[in-house]
């Protein structure tokens, strides 16, 4: 299979437990993140009866307008990322605060039957479109052959588990970074902002600027309220951008 565009499906989301003997008098709609971000800021100041009269909305514009990220750290949200290179996960794991990742191995997956992400910058032109797929089938290929022959070269090895692995950690240096991963992606609020940030501007890599793009869309219907100030534009090369409001929060 090649893929054009992302994959993402949100596996963990916050799950918030107000304490009985400190509530919050809450306005409008939320979620439980959300809350878990607004009860976090009050306790600071003790302003659970919420006196302003804010709704969590408003509260946490608030937020960012003041710089206080702090508090959106204790918001978590877990994606699964598929149809995403190897190319762009070994930028994505540089963003290490407030992250966690949990990746694809290819020692011990076979690829034999790997997918692959077609790169954005090439969609649409057939020619290349067409050299390029010459050569991740001429390299998947390559990978078959090579773990069939380290099979036979490891026979003296028992374990024929760990014979498949050997054979394919050192097949896999044929693959591509086009070669598709799975990887699931923890971040705190914070954190996610500020990759979404970095990511979705126009001066990112086309693929990962296209994960932060569907990213934005993703957590803007999951929790409005922190990432509604994103906007999303088409840049001057004509592919997608996001850009936010509210800077290095």
């Avoid at 969590?56 to 290179?85: D, F, M, P, R, W």
């Avoid at 999303?232 to 850009?243: N, P, Q, V």
């Amino acid at each position: 299979m090649l893929f054009t565009a992302p994959r993402l499906t949100i596996v963990a989301r916050p799950s918030f437990a107000e304490p009985a003997h400190l509530p919050v008098n809450w306005i409008g709609d939320s979620t439980d993140g959300e809350r878990l971000a607004e009860y976090a800021g009050r306790l600071c100041y003790m302003s659970q009866a919420n006196p302003a009269n804010r709704k969590t909305g408003e509260y946490l514009e608030n937020i960012l307008k003041q710089a206080h990220g702090s508090v959106l750290e204790h918001a978590n949200y877990s994606v699964l990322l598929e149809g995403v290179s190897r190319s762009l996960t070994h930028e994505l794991v540089r963003h290490r605060a407030g992250f966690a990742y949990s990746q694809l191995s290819q020692r011990y997956v076979d690829e034999s039957e790997a997918n692959f992400v077609v790169p954005p910058a090439i969609i649409g032109d057939a020619d290349l479109e067409s050299a390029w797929q010459r050569q991740v089938e001429s390299a998947q290929q390559t990978y078959v052959d090579l773990v069939e022959k380290l099979m036979e070269r490891y026979a003296w090895v028992s374990d024929r588990v760990h014979r498949r692995k050997m054979a394919r950690e050192a097949a896999r240096g044929v693959l591509p970074n086009s070669t598709e991963t799975k990887i699931v992606v923890t971040a705190n609020v914070r954190a996610w902002r500020s990759m979404l940030e970095l990511r979705g501007g126009e001066g990112a890599e086309l693929e990962i600027r296209r994960l932060a793009v569907a990213l934005v869309r993703l957590l803007q219907v999951e929790a409005p309220r922190f990432f509604a100030d994103f906007e999303i534009y088409l840049a001057t090369d004509r592919h997608e951008s996001a850009r936010t409001a509210y800077h290095k929060i």
